[in-house]
């Protein structure tokens, strides 16, 4: 499989990198190949809501998004891999979904497999609802295959990161697809 890493966080060696680097150690092991885009260094703008795009063509926008879209559009699997934010994803990573709005119904017909890889500094039981009802919502509506989540409470740093058990249960999400 081709699967696109869609990287959420700003800090590169930090939690969210440790899981996404875990997941795909475990992926090309199995032999599949695996592109991380940084939604956070490339130039992607917020979507303004004109709807020129009509929610499928040409974005008025001339960015770093269409180096997005082709990769999404070419792939297979998408692994949405973010820090907690406030309870959701990643400002970052959101600007990106929200441009899926001028490849909307392409990206629907790829029914693409998905994975969601988060780190917290919570420990609370309720500590990603938010964020894996936006996410299982966005499968349901975009018509991806959940392929699991890795779900990091207590990852503050990348240390207590490092010293948990998500980047092993990231690596074998990655070796068992
Ligand atoms: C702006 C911001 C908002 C955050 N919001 C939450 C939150 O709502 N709940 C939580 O448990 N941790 C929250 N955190 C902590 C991060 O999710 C946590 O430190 C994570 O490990 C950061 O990942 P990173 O190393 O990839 O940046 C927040 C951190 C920042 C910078």
Redo the contacts with the bound molecule.
């Keep these: 499989m081709k699967i696109v890493i869609l990287m959420g966080?700003?800090?590169v060696n930090?939690?969210?990198?440790i899981l996404a680097d875990s997941f795909k150690r475990g992926a090309k092991e199995k032999g599949h190949s695996v592109e991380t885009i940084n939604a956070c260094t490339l130039n992607v703008n917020l979507c303004t809501g004109c709807i020129a795009c009509g929610y499928e063509g040409d974005c008025v926008q001339n960015d770093d998004n269409e180096r997005i879209r082709r990769a999404l559009l070419s792939c297979d699997m998408a692994v949405f891999a973010t820090?907690?934010?406030?309870?959701g994803m990643s400002a970052q990573l959101k600007t990106v979904v929200d441009r899926f709005c001028a490849y909307n119904s392409s990206l629907n017909r790829r029914h693409l497999k998905s994975a969601l890889l988060s780190?917290?500094?919570?420990a609370d039981d309720w500590?990603f609802d938010a964020l894996t009802a936006h996410y299982k919502t966005l499968v349901r509506y975009i018509n991806f295959e959940d392929m699991g989540m890795v779900l990091g409470l207590g990852?503050?740093?990348?240390s207590m990161?490092s010293r948990s058990r998500y980047p092993n249960d990231a690596y074998k999400l990655g070796r068992n697809l």
């Design positions: 966080s700003p800090n930090g939690s969210t990198s820090p907690l934010y406030y309870y780190v917290a500094w919570n500590t990852c503050g740093t990348p990161t």
